[in-house]
């Protein structure tokens, strides 16, 4: 126990109410909880819920043709995330939600944290592309599936930079 302050719980509920308040396309948090007991604790996060979203490594295993995928709306979604200074310490596949009206979510913040631009976007960016290969194998070097990462850098860079 080091303090409420540190307590999991509550430092992802105050990045995500930053990220919302930044206009991002995060979960909304309602209220965080802890229970401290002695020098442990435990805890929950309370977030809103995303109507008719499935996970991009959901969409892409039903899909023959990954080009059916907007890659360029998943890379501008995360690069508008990094541009504000946003770090998602566990992207993968499984953390981005793609809902019916086609918006990117991202989820899974519970190690997330705000920090100054730096190398440390091109090492999120190398764990969501691991990420598709493990899930995916070689399926991912694939014609449609290069030309929609190609996309998805395009996008990101452009959102990132401007």
Not at 1 to 27: H, K, Y
Not at 42 to 63: E, V
Not at 142 to 158: C, K, M, N, S, V
Request: glycine share 10%; aromatic share 8%; charged share 25%.
């Amino acid at each position: 126990w080091t303090g409420i302050a540190q307590a999991r719980p509550v430092r992802e509920f105050r990045l995500l109410a930053a990220a919302v308040a930044s206009g991002l396309p995060v979960p909304r948090p309602l209220a965080a909880e802890v229970r401290r007991r002695g020098a442990l604790y435990s805890g929950d996060l309370l977030m809103g819920r995303i109507d008719a979203a499935q996970t991009l490594s959901a969409q892409l295993a039903t899909l023959t043709d990954w080009s059916a995928v907007d890659w360029g709306a998943i890379g501008a979604t995360l690069g508008q995330i990094h541009a504000q200074g946003f770090e998602h310490a566990d992207l993968n596949a499984h953390n981005l939600l793609l809902d019916e009206r086609r918006r990117v979510w991202v989820i899974d913040w519970d190690r997330g944290r705000r920090r100054a631009a730096g190398v440390w976007v091109e090492s999120v960016l190398a764990r969501l592309h691991r990420s598709l290969r493990k899930l995916f194998g070689e399926r991912i070097d694939a014609p449609d599936a290069r030309a929609g990462w190609g996309r998805f850098l395009q996008a990101h860079a452009e959102a990132v930079h401007g």
